[in-house]
């Protein structure tokens, strides 16, 4: 017989030991810079755990809610889930262009003259290259790759066949259905391994830049972090006009896949954690395996905030003048360059090049942003995560798919599914599966 856990114990949970890991991660790239370096074998480890599982999960995940969806709800789940990304970027993209006008955290700051460090990323590819690498060659090639793009184009069309195929295809839904609780136990022992991984990742990036290199361009890391909380603003005020969710119990769930986020700059280490968690507030399997791998490749708000913020900077610091129509068509060529950018530290860099390229401002304005884009990364990965986890909600509530009883609207309820109360959840979130109750839609 199980003893009932007593209010107010304290649990060190998987939440706490990451907190810790950060903080010990940070005072050792503080005061042993040198040591510090020198442990960049265990986050490499941690994020290749992490990318390891990845492909894996997305595949298993989308043919299963797919298969037993249906193409109908799959059309109707995928337009609201565009209607959703498309406004919560172009809100992001607007932020970081007032931001950008109001700070001028390029103004009297002189660009490298060296353009050799960026040559290789100053290839824009055209909207036309981003709908063809979409579909993919071969499906190992891009499991290989975590092309999660590719991923999700591939699990859609063999979920979409899967549903039509009925009966006949029954046992690969099973199949699918078995592989996705199977990789999510699989998530639950990798993530036992997060402390030691963000400790590592955070005093590596310290260890190796310092904060001496930050300080002529502490401006612009100020005016991006500024525009990001303003867009949490929105974005949590947008969530709780939407649906009835209890803010306090989803803060506290997704703490955890944030932190991760923040302090590996990878959102590849955060998605599977944080889909765990989605599934524990209350929200349907089906939904989380289709919005949540589609917003990775279509819904980077903290990336499209950074870009329309970095490509400001650049022509700010160049003493380039853009009008106002010229910032507009600068946010559109972003809108579209941006989606299918791989979660992973410094894929921004890329579309960032490519936009200066298409407006005929200087490549050697991503050199300049290159010494400070590690602590500017980790921001907006945040920020994408987040931005994922509240864009499921949403869409989830559209579908009116989240059950009334769940502990995302109840915190105090006790849902008859056997999860835990919302307040046990939000505790128990960091820690082992075995601990944390089913799963809604198991």
């Given at each position: 017989?199980?003893?009932?856990?007593?209010?107010?114990?304290?649990?060190?949970?998987?939440?706490?030991?990451?907190?810790?890991?950060?903080?010990?991660?940070?005072?050792?790239?503080?005061?042993?810079?040198?040591?510090?370096?020198?442990?960049?074998p265990?986050?490499?480890?941690?994020?290749?755990?992490?990318?390891?599982?990845?492909?894996?999960?997305?595949?298993?995940?989308?043919?299963?809610?797919?298969?037993?969806?249906?193409?109908?709800?799959?059309?109707?789940?995928?337009?609201k889930?565009?209607?959703?990304?498309?406004?919560?970027?172009?809100?992001?993209?607007?932020?970081?262009?007032?931001?950008?006008?109001?700070?001028?955290?390029?103004?009297?700051?002189?660009?490298?003259?060296?353009?050799?460090?960026?040559?290789?990323?100053?290839?824009?590819?055209?909207?036309?290259?981003?709908?063809?690498?979409?579909?993919?060659?071969?499906?190992?090639?891009?499991?290989?790759?975590?092309d999660?793009?590719?991923?999700?184009?591939?699990?859609?069309?063999?979920?979409?066949?899967?549903?039509?195929?009925?009966?006949?295809?029954?046992?690969?839904?099973?199949l699918?259905?078995?592989?996705?609780?199977?990789?999510f136990?699989?998530?639950?022992?990798?993530?036992?391994f997060?402390?030691?991984?963000?400790?590592?990742?955070?005093?590596?990036?310290?260890?190796?830049?310092?904060?001496?290199?930050?300080?002529?361009?502490?401006?612009?890391?100020?005016?991006?972090?500024?525009?990001?909380?303003?867009?949490?603003?929105?974005?949590?005020?947008?969530m709780?006009?939407?649906?009835?969710?209890?803010?306090?119990?989803?803060?506290?769930?997704?703490?955890?896949?944030?932190?991760?986020?923040?302090?590996?700059?990878?959102?590849?280490?955060?998605?599977?954690?944080?889909?765990?968690?989605?599934?524990?507030?209350?929200?349907?399997?089906?939904i989380?395996?289709?919005?949540?791998?589609?917003?990775?490749?279509?819904?980077?708000?903290?990336?499209?905030?950074?870009?329309?913020?970095?490509?400001?900077?650049?022509?700010?610091?160049?003493?380039?003048?853009?009008?106002?129509?010229?910032?507009?068509?600068?946010?559109?060529?972003?809108?579209?360059?941006?989606?299918?950018?791989?979660?992973?530290?410094?894929?921004?860099?890329?579309?960032?090049?490519?936009?200066?390229?298409?407006f005929?401002?200087?490549?050697?304005?991503?050199?300049?942003?290159?010494?400070?884009?590690?602590?500017?990364?980790?921001?907006?990965?945040?920020?994408?995560?987040?931005?994922?986890?509240?864009?499921?909600?949403?869409?989830?509530?559209?579908?009116?798919?989240?059950?009334?009883?769940?502990p995302?609207?109840?915190?105090?309820?006790?849902?008859?599914?056997?999860?835990?109360?919302?307040?046990?959840?939000?505790?128990r979130?960091?820690?082992?599966?075995?601990?944390?109750?089913?799963?809604?839609?198991?």
């Amino acid at each position: 017989m199980t003893t009932p856990q007593r209010p107010g114990r304290f649990r060190f949970t998987l939440t706490h030991q990451i907190l810790l890991g950060l903080a010990l991660g940070c005072l050792i790239g503080w005061l042993v810079p040198s040591f510090a370096t020198s442990l960049k074998p265990i986050s490499t480890l941690f994020l290749r755990m992490i990318k390891m599982i990845l492909g894996p999960l997305l595949v298993t995940t989308l043919i299963a809610g797919i298969a037993g969806t249906g193409a109908k709800v799959v059309g109707r789940l995928g337009l609201k889930a565009i209607i959703w990304f498309e406004v919560a970027t172009t809100a992001a993209l607007f932020i970081g262009m007032a931001a950008a006008n109001l700070v001028k955290p390029g103004a009297g700051v002189d660009l490298p003259h060296d353009a050799s460090s960026v040559s290789a990323l100053a290839k824009a590819k055209s909207f036309t290259d981003f709908l063809l690498e979409a579909f993919p060659v071969s499906m190992w090639d891009a499991m290989a790759r975590n092309d999660v793009l590719q991923i999700v184009v591939f699990s859609i069309f063999v979920g979409l066949a899967v549903s039509a195929a009925g009966p006949k295809a029954q046992l690969v839904k099973d199949l699918a259905e078995a592989g996705a609780e199977m990789m999510f136990k699989v998530t639950g022992f990798v993530m036992r391994f997060a402390p030691f991984g963000v400790g590592a990742a955070i005093a590596v990036t310290l260890g190796t830049s310092g904060t001496s290199v930050l300080l002529p361009l502490i401006k612009c890391i100020l005016a991006l972090y500024a525009a990001l909380i303003v867009f949490f603003i929105l974005l949590f005020t947008a969530m709780k006009l939407l649906t009835r969710t209890h803010m306090p119990t989803f803060l506290a769930a997704i703490r955890e896949p944030a932190i991760i986020a923040f302090t590996t700059a990878s959102s590849d280490a955060a998605l599977p954690r944080a889909m765990q968690i989605l599934e524990q507030l209350g929200v349907p399997r089906r939904i989380v395996g289709f919005v949540v791998p589609t917003g990775y490749a279509f819904n980077l708000d903290g990336s499209t905030l950074y870009l329309s913020l970095a490509v400001l900077f650049v022509a700010q610091a160049a003493g380039v003048d853009m009008s106002l129509g010229e910032q507009l068509g600068a946010m559109l060529v972003l809108m579209l360059s941006t989606k299918g950018v791989a979660g992973v530290p410094r894929a921004a860099l890329v579309v960032l090049a490519g936009a200066l390229t298409a407006f005929h401002l200087p490549a050697e304005g991503v050199a300049l942003l290159l010494g400070i884009d590690a602590l500017m990364d980790m921001g907006r990965t945040c920020v994408n995560v987040v931005g994922n986890c509240v864009a499921t909600v949403i869409v989830a509530v559209w579908e009116r798919a989240i059950p009334d009883d769940a502990p995302l609207f109840h915190p105090r309820a006790a849902p008859a599914s056997g999860l835990p109360t919302a307040e046990v959840v939000a505790d128990r979130l960091g820690a082992d599966d075995s601990q944390s109750g089913s799963r809604t839609g198991s």
